[in-house]
């Protein structure tokens, strides 16, 4: 007799099934044809018809046909059982979701009551079904049956539930309607504000606080939007009880920006005026360069630059394109500081500006200060490449470098026109700038060596993968699959040690971020490297 591939549970519930099935026992099987061209209900699935069912008739002699049989019907059990499953929980998620909506969209008393009724009906007719079904593992024909019937009756109050809503949504729409012209209001205030943030930033103004005040007013936008797609009236309600003062004060972060416009505008005018009158001044002292006719030439070809420039700037500023003005206030402020260079270098000066040093104990005097913050400015302009190569944030170092400079061509000013006391007052905050430049340069050394620590780290770690790679060479030649595995455990490692070079090639050449972006790459390649060694091992 074949052995039955069945656990004793299933050879007890197979009993039970054939049972059920109301299975004969006889010398052969054949086919009942007594109820031909009839259709009977399904034994197996109540509620179908068969329009010719084969009733099987199992002899003693044929375990194997018993077996199969019972398969049959286990695996049709089976099927039964998952649908009913699948359904109940289909329609329980749909309940809930319906609930949900229900919650967010039902005004009235009367639509809220209506729908209360529905629930009920729903929750009940789950409990019925829970009841029917908890406590037997195996549910016969009729209970099956039934069970079925409940989630019909569940379907059927879902989609009462949902008349209900619908027409709770139009009454919640007819208020919501309502609601608009404020909610309108407040949408065309806040995107009407927003708009113009270009005009801010053409203006150089900082935008930080009016993006905050933006991003403040526009969420109860954002979430009212939401409330009238879900038609949500009291969601809808909640927000517009929320926006007071939101809008207030995006308007108020809006003007003053605005003011910051004309304040930029007024520094702008200021700085062109200036820079011309400071260069015109200069200018007026060339003879005394006539010495040096090498370097009267640079003077007065740089002094000719602010003077051409100057009226394209006040035109620019006139026309309200202040990134070109303020492009020329920049040209004009790099040229007098070349004119000051220059008229340092070569002009004759009184014994008191002498660059000779300073006797121990007596005070540094102003040009002095003023020369050492000239050498650490030009330092800061060597080292903005490196500085670039090292931070993210390194339009920061270029800005300050300008402020240095801006800051120092107006000291130089006063100095050389005798206002040394005005010429001083500048030299502290010069020394505050040159302190935030090395401060940010001593960031990008520390980048750089925070890298390669994690170069070194990085290939330690790698070492001892691959040095594994004779030992994983020789459990490959044996088995198939680790030879496909070793094959990409080999390009794989060719690929780690080419971005641990590259890393240390940038490193030598003080490219922190460049470093940064190898090593990134090198560990997510020492991952598929470890990966496929270990599917050797595994193999």
Not at 292 to 312: C, M, N
Not at 507 to 528: C, P, Y
Request: glycine share 4%; net charge neutral; charged share 30%.
């Amino acid at each position: 007799m074949p052995k039955s591939n069945l656990t004793p549970e299933q050879e007890q519930w197979t009993e039970l099934v054939l049972k059920h099935l109301n299975l004969k026992n006889v010398d052969e099987v054949q086919l009942d044809e007594s109820n031909a061209g009839h259709t009977q209900p399904n034994e197996v699935n109540p509620g179908k018809r068969a329009a010719r069912r084969a009733r099987v008739l199992v002899s003693k002699d044929s375990p194997a046909a018993y077996q199969q049989q019972a398969e049959q019907a286990a695996e049709q059990f089976k099927a039964e059982i998952t649908q009913l499953s699948n359904r109940y929980q289909t329609l329980a998620t749909n309940a809930q979701k319906l609930d949900a909506q229900a919650r967010k969209q039902l005004v009235t008393k009367e639509h809220i009551e209506a729908f209360k009724v529905q629930v009920e009906k729903i929750s009940n007719t789950f409990k019925q079904f829970n009841k029917n079904f908890s406590g037997q593992q195996r549910p016969d024909a009729g209970t099956i049956s039934l069970l079925k019937t409940l989630l019909d009756k569940v379907q059927y109050h879902i989609s009462e539930g949902k008349k209900v809503l619908q027409q709770g949504c139009k009454h919640a729409d007819e208020m919501i309607a309502k609601e608009m012209p404020a909610v309108e209001a407040y949408k065309n205030t806040v995107e009407d504000t927003y708009k113009h943030r270009d005009e801010l930033v053409q203006w150089g103004v900082e935008t930080a606080a009016f993006d905050k005040a933006h991003r403040i007013a526009n969420l109860p936008l954002l979430r009212m939007q939401k409330a009238i797609a879900d038609h949500s009236y009291p969601g809808l309600k909640f927000m517009l009880g929320k926006i007071k003062g939101k809008k207030e004060g995006f308007v108020k972060a809006y003007e003053d920006a605005k003011e910051q416009i004309e304040k930029n505008r007024e520094d702008a005018q200021q700085r062109l005026d200036k820079t011309l009158a400071d260069a015109t001044a200069l200018n007026k002292r060339s003879s005394e360069l006539e010495h040096a006719p090498e370097a009267l030439a640079q003077f007065t070809s740089a002094f000719d630059k602010v003077a051409a420039a100057t009226p394209k700037g006040l035109q620019a500023l006139s026309g309200g394109d202040y990134q070109g003005a303020i492009a020329v206030v920049h040209e004009n402020e790099s040229a007098l500081f070349d004119m000051q260079q220059v008229w340092f270098a070569s002009a004759s000066t009184s014994e008191d500006e002498t660059d000779g040093p300073v006797e121990k104990g007596k005070p540094i005097p102003t040009r002095k200060k003023i020369e050492n913050l000239r050498n650490a400015l030009d330092q800061a302009y060597e080292r903005l490449p490196f500085i670039k190569d090292c931070l993210p944030n390194a339009h920061q170092y270029e800005a300050e470098c300008k402020s240095l400079k801006t800051l120092l061509t107006s000291a130089q000013s006063d100095l050389i026109s005798g206002r040394v006391e005005e010429a001083e007052e500048k030299v502290l905050p010069l020394r505050k700038i040159r302190f935030q430049l090395y401060s940010m340069t001593h960031k990008a050394k520390g980048q750089l060596e925070w890298v390669e620590k994690q170069l070194l780290q990085l290939k330690d770690e790698a070492k001892s993968w691959l040095d594994q790679h004779k030992d994983l060479k020789l459990i490959s030649q044996s088995d198939e699959n680790a030879k496909q595995s070793f094959d990409a455990y080999v390009k794989e490692a060719d690929v780690v040690k080419g971005h641990f070079d590259n890393a240390q090639g940038h490193l030598e050449n003080g490219k922190a971020i460049q470093a940064q972006k190898s090593v990134d790459e090198g560990t997510n390649s020492l991952k598929r490297l470890i990966s496929h060694a270990t599917d050797i091992e595994l193999d």
